[in-house]
């Protein structure tokens, strides 16, 4: 998987706001946040490919998480960002 082309994650009044870039990216319908944890692994990423067990290995580098939690949570977000057109 990859983060698409189009697509930026900036700070906005302190919240992480993803940003859309060119005519096929925008949909003001919705406005696309991330926690903490998916802003890490975003900029993480960001540029490259990955899988659940990449970024869930990032989570447990970075956060006290078990291994288990980390996947569920890897995928969780994979399927998050593939849902919202941000990743294909």
């Given at each position: 998987?990859?983060?698409k082309e189009g697509f930026e994650l900036r700070d906005i009044c302190g919240e992480h706001v993803v940003v859309?870039?060119?005519r096929g990216n925008i949909d003001f319908s919705?406005?696309?946040?991330?926690?903490e944890?998916?802003?890490y692994l975003w900029h993480?990423?960001?540029g490259q490919d990955f899988d659940?067990?990449?970024l869930a290995r990032l989570l447990t580098e970075e956060y006290e998480v078990d291994e288990a939690t980390a996947l569920r949570?890897?995928?969780?977000?994979m399927q998050d960002w593939r849902g919202a057109?941000?990743?294909e």
């Open positions: 998987m990859r983060i859309a870039h060119g919705k406005i696309i946040s991330l926690n944890s998916a802003a993480k990423v960001q659940a067990a990449m949570d890897a995928e969780k977000t057109g941000m990743a």
